[in-house]
C-alpha cells in the first residue's frame, strides 16, 4: 500500500481516517516519481482542525520560544544541522525520487542544512544573549539629554506560516525556518504536494531529534484548508511560488482586514546579459555560455533564479547561439535514479504540459526554437516518459511582449539581441522586477552603467569576470548572508539577507524614555544613565558579579612633549601634525603639535587597566573609536570606562564585555569615545574548583 505522509501537529502525527483515503476523494493527492511514474505517497489534511493548530502554535510554541534567548535559538540550531547532515544520504535517496539528480540533491538539501548553520551564527555572533535585539543606535531627544530614544526588536505573539514550492523541499524549508525560529517565531510548514514526501522525512528526523521546544514546528501535508481564516496581526505567511498564487494569497481577508505580513517571493524573468566588450574566446564568453547553460538545466531550469532572458549583443547572436546548443547537446537528460544523468525530469506531468505551454505561448508570438522542444514531436518520442522537456532555447527580439511576461518554468530561456546598453537596460526593464540578474562583463564603465540603471528593479545581480569566476556560487545561487528577493513581478518579499530577515519577523518598536529607564529596558548601559563607581575595580569582577553601569574613572595624566616625541620616534608616526609647530599651527583643526590620537586610547588604557591576573582574559578590539578635542603638550587626560553591555556565551566559559569609554580633558571637554571589547570569564568560582 502506498505510504500515507503523516502531518505533524498539535505535538502528535496524525493521518486522515481511512475513508477519506480513496482514490476518487478530491481531498486526496498522489505523488509520483516523475521518471518512473511510481506511486511514491498519498496526502491529505482532511480531518485536521487548523483552528487548534494554530491557538497551539500561539500557546505552546510562542511562549516556549520566547522563554530561550537568541543565543540559546542559535545551539539548538547549530545543534539541528549537524544531525540533519548525519541523515542527509537518507534524503539525498529520497531527492532522487522527485526529479532531482544528485547535482540538484546538493542544492536542495545540503543547501537548506547550511543555511541553519548560517543563522546559528547570526545569532550568536551578531545579536545579544538576551531576548531583545537593539536596532540601531540611541537617539537623542532633548537638549538637556534627559529624554533618550532606542529602536527594539522583539518576537512577535504569533506564528509564522510557510507555503512552499515543489522546486526545493528541504531549501525552501529550512532557509525560511532558520530567521523565524531565531526571531522567536513557531512555524506551520505547508509543502507543495510534489516532493512533500521529502518534506516530510527531514521533519520527521527534526522532531525525532528532540531538540525543538514543543510546538516550534508543525507540518501540514495537503491543503491548508482555511488555516488563513484564522490568522490575526501578529502571524505572518511566507510564500514561494507563482505570481499569481502570491496576488491570490495576498488578497486573503486576513492579509487585507486583519494585519497579518505576507511576504512573497514569486517567480520572475531573471536576466543575464553579456556585456558589449566581450568578443568570443575570451574568458568571459565562455563564463556566460557556461552560466547559462548551468541555469537552463540545474533543477530542470525549475529555479526562481534560472536565467530566462539571455541578453547578447547583435554581432554575437549567432556566435552565442551555436555555442550553448553545443554545450546543450552534450548533457545527459535521463533518470536521477541513473548516475550518469546530468539533467531529470520535472516535477510532474503537469508541470512538464505547462512548460510545453509557455513555450508554444512564446513561439506563437513570434519567438524561434533555436533547439530543443519541437512541438510537432509527441510527447515520449525521445523514449522518455512525458515529464521530460528537452533543455530549450529560444530566440526572439526584444520587442515581442510574450517574452517579458509569460516564463516557462523548466529548462527554457530566450535570447534576446540588444543594438546598444541603452537598448539592453531598457529590455531589462521590462521584466517588471526580478529575483536576480547577472552582468558578464570585464569593462568597469559597462558594469557600472547597468548596474546603476537596473538594480532598482532586482533583488540581487551578479557580475561576473574572469577575476571572480573561479569562487563565484553562480547566478541561481541565493546565499544566506545575501537578500533573496525582488520588486515588482518577483513579490516584493526578501528572505535571507542575514540579520536582516530575523528582523522581517520580528516587531521593530521606537522606546522614548530617560537613559536610567532605557537602560533598564534594553539591558544596555546608555550615555547619561547612572554609574556605579563605588566598590570593588570592575576589572575583577567576573560575569555572575559585574552589572551594567559599573564605572572606574582614571585620571588624571598630563601629556608632556616629551610623551609625544617618544611616541612618535617608537611608532614611526612622524605626521606633521604632531612633530612640527609651525604646519601643525597652520592646520585648521590644530593649535599646534599635538597628541597622536593612539597615544591618547594607550594612555587611557593605562589609566583603567588592572594589571594583575583576574577575569578578564583578554582585549579583542575597539569599536567606534572618534578623536573629538585635540590634545595638546600639558593637558590632562581622565578616562571613564562603564560596563555597557555583558554578554554570556552560550557554549563557553567566558562571556563579552563591551565597555563604555570616555576620555575627558582639565576642562572637561570630550577628547575621544569608543568602546573596549573584552572577553571575561563567566564565574571565577566554578574555574577554581
Not at 595 to 602: C, I, P, R
Request: aromatic share 6%; proline share 6%; net charge negative.
Amino acid at each position: 500500500m502506498t505510504d500515507i505522509l503523516t502531518s505533524y501537529v498539535l505535538g502528535a502525527w496524525a493521518e486522515p481516517s481511512a475513508e477519506i483515503l480513496t482514490e476518487n476523494d478530491s481531498a486526496v493527492r498522489t505523488v509520483h516519481d516523475p521518471a518512473t511514474g511510481a506511486e511514491l505517497a498519498k496526502v491529505s489534511s482532511a480531518g485536521l482542525n487548523f483552528p487548534t493548530i494554530v491557538d497551539y502554535a500561539r500557546n505552546t510554541g510562542g511562549p516556549a520560544l520566547r522563554e530561550l534567548t537568541f543565543h540559546q535559538r542559535g545551539v539548538m540550531l547549530k545543534k539541528l544541522g549537524a544531525y540533519l547532515n548525519e541523515r542527509r544520504d537518507r534524503y539525498h535517496k529520497l531527492s532522487l525520487t522527485t526529479g532531482a539528480t544528485a547535482r540538484d540533491g546538493l542544492i536542495d538539501i545540503d543547501g537548506g542544512i547550511s543555511t541553519l548553520f548560517s543563522y546559528s551564527s547570526v545569532a550568536r555572533r551578531q545579536m545579544p544573549n538576551s531576548t531583545t535585539y537593539l536596532d540601531g543606535g540611541v537617539e537623542r531627544l532633548s537638549k538637556g539629554q534627559t529624554f533618550v530614544g532606542q529602536h527594539i526588536c522583539t518576537s512577535r505573539r504569533g506564528v509564522s506560516v510557510q507555503i512552499n514550492a515543489f522546486n526545493f523541499p528541504v531549501w525552501g524549508m529550512l532557509e525560511k525556518f532558520g530567521p523565524m525560529f531565531i526571531a522567536g517565531q513557531p512555524v506551520i510548514v505547508k509543502p507543495a504536494t510534489s516532493g512533500s514526501h521529502l518534506t516530510h522525512a527531514v521533519v520527521r528526523d527534526i522532531i525525532a531529534s528532540g531538540l525543538l521546544p514543543e510546538g516550534a514546528l508543525q507540518l501540514i501535508c495537503g491543503s491548508i484548508g482555511d488555516l488563513l481564516d484564522h490568522l490575526t496581526e501578529q502571524d505572518t505567511v511566507a510564500f514561494t511560488g507563482s505570481a499569481a498564487t502570491a496576488h491570490s494569497l495576498a488578497a486573503h481577508p486576513c492579509v487585507q482586514k486583519r494585519g497579518t505580513r505576507f511576504f512573497a517571493e514569486a517567480d520572475s524573468l531573471n536576466f543575464s546579459l553579456l556585456g558589449p566588450d566581450v568578443e568570443p574566446g575570451t574568458e568571459e564568453f565562455d563564463l556566460y555560455v557556461k552560466e547559462l547553460v548551468t541555469e537552463m538545466t540545474a533543477k530542470s531550469g525549475q529555479k526562481c533564479t534560472a536565467i530566462r532572458r539571455a541578453l547578447v549583443p547583435e554581432k554575437l547572436l549567432n556566435a552565442v547561439a551555436d555555442a550553448v546548443s553545443e554545450a546543450l547537446a552534450e548533457v545527459i537528460v535521463g533518470s536521477p535514479h541513473d548516475e550518469t544523468t546530468e539533467m531529470g525530469p520535472l516535477v510532474s506531468t503537469k508541470q512538464a504540459d505547462d512548460v510545453r505551454a509557455a513555450i508554444a505561448k512564446i513561439t506563437s508570438a513570434g519567438a524561434e526554437v533555436v533547439c530543443g522542444y519541437n512541438p510537432s514531436r509527441p510527447k515520449g518520442a525521445n523514449e522518455l516518459s512525458a515529464a521530460f522537456v528537452e533543455p530549450t532555447l529560444l530566440k526572439a527580439h526584444a520587442e515581442i511582449a510574450a517574452v517579458h511576461e509569460v516564463e516557462a518554468f523548466g529548462p527554457v530561456a530566450t535570447l534576446l539581441p540588444y543594438s546598444s546598453l541603452a537598448d539592453a537596460i531598457e529590455t531589462v526593464t521590462r521584466g517588471r522586477g526580478s529575483l536576480v540578474g547577472s552582468l558578464i562583463s570585464h569593462d568597469p564603465v559597462v558594469v557600472r552603467d547597468v548596474l546603476v540603471s537596473t538594480a532598482p528593479w532586482h533583488g540581487r545581480i551578479l557580475v561576473l569576470d574572469r577575476d571572480n569566476a573561479r569562487e563565484s556560487t553562480g547566478h541561481g545561487a541565493p546565499l544566506p548572508t545575501l537578500v533573496h528577493g525582488g520588486p515588482g513581478r518577483a513579490g516584493g518579499g526578501e528572505e535571507l539577507g542575514g540579520i536582516r530577515s530575523v528582523l522581517h519577523y520580528m516587531q521593530r518598536t521606537a522606546v522614548q524614555a530617560s537613559p536610567d529607564m532605557l537602560t533598564a529596558i534594553t539591558g544596555t548601559w546608555v550615555p547619561e544613565a547612572t554609574r556605579h563607581t563605588e566598590g570593588t575595580h570592575p576589572f575583577a569582577k567576573d560575569l555572575s558579579e559585574l552589572r551594567i553601569g559599573d564605572t572606574i574613572v582614571g585620571g588624571p595624566r598630563k601629556v608632556t612633549l616629551e610623551d609625544i616625541d617618544c611616541f612618535a620616534e617608537f611608532t614611526g608616526d612622524t605626521f606633521y601634525a604632531h612633530t612640527d609647530e609651525d604646519a601643525a599651527a597652520a592646520n585648521p583643526f590644530f593649535p599646534g603639535r599635538v597628541a597622536h590620537g593612539y597615544l591618547v586610547v594607550s594612555f587611557a588604557a593605562g589609566l583603567f587597566v588592572k594589571p594583575e591576573p583576574g577575569p578578564v582574559l583578554a582585549n579583542y578590539g575597539l569599536e567606534n573609536l572618534r578623536f573629538i578635542t585635540p590634545v595638546s603638550p600639558g593637558d590632562e587626560l581622565t578616562v571613564t570606562l562603564t560596563a555597557k553591555q555583558i554578554t554570556p556565551r552560550e557554549t563557553d566559559a567566558y562571556g563579552e564585555v563591551r565597555w563604555d569609554a570616555l576620555v575627558t580633558n582639565q576642562d572637561a571637554a570630550v577628547v575621544a569615545t569608543y568602546d573596549v571589547l573584552t572577553l571575561v570569564e563567566k564565574d571565577t568560582r566554578k574555574s577554581e574548583a
